[in-house]
C-alpha cells in the first residue's frame, strides 16, 4: 500500500511559471514531511521540509503548503527556472523511524 | 563530513554472480537506510538499521538480498545470486534521529546481465 501519493507524475513549465506537484497521505502520525529533489545521475538531497503544526514554509522560491485536515501537502516553485529540472520527491515520516516516498515527479522547465 | 559514501558508482555483473554493495554513513549519524531506485517502482526502501541493529527489513524483496552492519561506519549489502531484475540503482542514506533528515550517498547502479 503506498503510503504517499504523488502528483502529477511529469510536469513541464515554462521558465517564469509555477510549478506544483500534489501529495497525499493517510497515516495521521506523520510529523515531517520533507521534499527531496534529484538530479540525474545524484541521490536525492532536501530541498525543504515541514512539520505540521505549520500551515506554510518558505524558503526562497520554494514553499511547502501543508492542510493537516486534508492530509494534503503541496510543493510550489515561484519563478521555475531550467536548472530546476529534477526529478522532486514527496516524503513521509514518523521522527526517527522510516521515510515513506512519493513516486516521483519529473519537472521540466522550458527555457 | 564528505557526506555518504557509497562503492562502487557502477557494477556490471553477470547473472548467478554474488554483488555486493558498500556504504560509509555521515559519522554520528544513527540511522542507515538502503532504497532500490528503479523507473517502475521508484523509491523502495529494503531495510533500514537503528545504531547498527536492523530494524525493519520487510522490504528486502528476496532470501537472495542480505544487509549488514558491523559497524556504526559501515554497512553492506549482498545479493547472492545476482538476477536481471535486480538491475538498478542502489542508494544507502544515513539520518542523525534529532534532525531527521536524511543524506543520501550517490547511489551504486547495478546491471545483472
Known amino acids: 500500500q503506498q503510503q504517499v501519493k504523488q502528483s502529477p507524475q511529469s510536469l513541464i513549465v515554462q521558465k517564469g511559471g509555477i510549478s506544483i506537484i500534489n501529495c497525499a497521505y493517510e497515516n495521521t502520525a506523520f510529523d515531517y514531511f520533507p521534499w527531496y529533489q534529484q538530479f540525474p545521475g545524484k541521490g536525492p538531497a532536501l530541498l525543504i521540509a515541514?512539520?505540521?503544526?505549520?500551515s506554510e514554509k518558505k524558503e526562497g522560491r520554494f514553499t511547502i503548503s501543508f492542510n493537516k485536515s486534508a492530509k494534503q501537502f503541496s510543493l510550489h516553485i515561484m519563478d521555475s527556472q531550467p536548472g530546476d529540472s529534477a526529478t522532486y520527491f514527496c516524503a513521509a515520516s514518523i521522527t526517527g523511524n522510516q521515510f515513506y516516498f512519493g513516486t516521483g515527479t519529473s519537472l521540466t522547465v522550458i527555457p | 563530513d564528505a557526506g555518504v559514501i557509497q562503492s562502487p558508482r557502477h557494477e556490471v555483473t553477470e547473472m548467478g554472480q554474488e554483488v555486493t554493495l558498500r556504504c560509509k554513513p555521515i559519522s554520528g549519524h544513527d540511522y542507515l537506510f538502503w532504497y532500490r531506485q528503479t523507473m517502475m517502482r521508484g523509491l523502495e526502501l529494503l531495510i533500514y538499521?537503528?545504531?547498527?541493529?536492523?530494524?525493519?527489513d520487510s522490504g528486502m524483496p528476496e532470501d537472495r538480498f542480505s544487509a549488514k552492519m558491523p559497524n556504526a561506519s559501515f554497512s553492506t549489502l549482498k545479493i547472492q545470486p545476482s538476477e536481471p531484475r535486480d538491475s538498478a540503482v542502489y542508494f544507502c542514506?544515513?539520518?542523525?534521529?534529532?534532525?531527521?533528515?536524511?543524506?543520501f550517498g550517490q547511489g551504486t547502479r547495478l546491471t545483472v546481465v
Open positions: 542514506a544515513s539520518s542523525d534521529r534529532v534532525n531527521t533528515e536524511a543524506f
Open positions: 515541514i512539520r505540521p503544526d505549520v
Open positions: 538499521f537503528n545504531n547498527n541493529v536492523p530494524i525493519d
